[in-house]
């Protein structure tokens, strides 16, 4: 029995990098029977039958899970947006820092890419002191070193809106990868009714890049309403200073949380939580 990685699937056949190889897998049925479906990113064991084939016998438990793109056992997190066209959406990119935050997700870093377009003063004047904040143009092939070098060793997902330059900035990532960019891809994606193959690309030893389809729009609402503060991860540190137990930090006296709204905590992020929390609880009430 050896361990690898699922990576791929392709119509009930498996691919797993294992050992420096990629073997081509079927799965136990008792898969299907117990209703466990393989996913890219599971850790798997497999028995090697012929050359290159082999069956997945094990999956190990996976640390988290993501729905879109299905993926799992996922390290890090690379919030993609563009310095400009299409402009910076900072309510969506709250909420696809919440969806990482929500998922577990430890290393979370932001990067804004055409940087060559617009500075991106913005960005890490708010978030700089919370995440990483990379600056890259995938176009002149600026700032890509230091974004692989936070990669190396890990599996990331590249999400963010279409459009930012996600699949441009793959393929400077990855030699060798030729992945389609601009409207012509978008509108091929569109067209297809099923959603694309999700795939781990190698981009090195033990490295693997996620490239996602882009969301316009980005669904919460499945996050209970009182756990949305710890997705705001500069919060936590003062969340346990409020007169009340039960504080939700929105208009309550004596709130730990408020009173360092405008000095540590941008107020921009406090009224996009504020917003966000009263939005889940409407939703809460429409179940
Ligand atoms: N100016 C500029 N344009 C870029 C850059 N990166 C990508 N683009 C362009 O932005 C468009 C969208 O890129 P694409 O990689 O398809 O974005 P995706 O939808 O996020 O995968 C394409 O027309 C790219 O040529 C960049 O760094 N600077
Ligand atoms: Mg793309
Ligand atoms: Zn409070």
Redesign the pocket.
């Known amino acids: 029995m050896i361990q690898g990685r699922l990576i791929k699937g392709v119509g009930g056949l498996y691919f797993v990098a294992a050992d420096g190889l990629v073997y081509e897998c079927k799965a136990r049925g008792i898969f299907r029977k117990k209703r466990i479906i393989p996913t890219i990113g599971d850790n798997v064991e497999i028995s090697v039958q012929s050359e290159g084939k082999g069956t997945i016998e094990k999956i190990l438990p996976r640390r988290n899970f993501l729905i879109r793109p299905r993926v799992t056992n996922i390290d890090c997190a690379v919030i993609t947006f563009a310095a400009k066209s299409p402009d910076i959406n900072f309510d969506l990119l709250d909420r696809f820092l919440i969806l990482a935050e929500y998922n577990k997700i430890e290393d979370i870093v932001i990067c804004v ?2 940087s ?2 617009s500075a991106v003063d913005k960005v890490v004047e708010i978030y700089g002191g919370i995440y990483t904040v990379f600056a890259v ?4 092939n600026e700032g890509i070193e230091p974004l692989f070098k936070h990669l190396e060793n890990k599996v990331s997902v590249l999400a ?1 809106p ?7 900035l793959i393929n400077r990532l990855i030699p060798g990868e030729k992945r389609q ?2 409207e012509i ?2 509108k091929i994606e569109r067209g297809k009714h099923t959603t694309r193959q999700v795939e781990l690309l190698e981009a090195g030893e033990n490295t693997y890049i996620v490239d996602s389809p ?1 969301f316009t729009s980005l669904g919460i609402e499945m996050i209970p309403p009182e756990e949305l503060v710890h997705c705001f991860r500069e919060f936590e540190p003062y969340l346990d200073g409020c007169r009340f137990n039960d504080c939700r930090h929105i208009a309550e006296p004596d709130c730990g949380l408020k009173e360092h709204v405008g000095k540590e905590i941008s107020p921009e992020r406090y009224e996009r939580f504020v917003k966000l929390y009263e939005m889940l609880c409407d939703a809460g009430q429409n179940y």
Not at 137 to 140: K, R, T, V
Not at 162 to 168: C, E, F, H, L
């Open positions: 890419n055409k060559d377009l143009s995938a176009l002149e963010g279409s459009g930012v330059g996600k699949s441009s960019t601009g891809s978008r882009g």
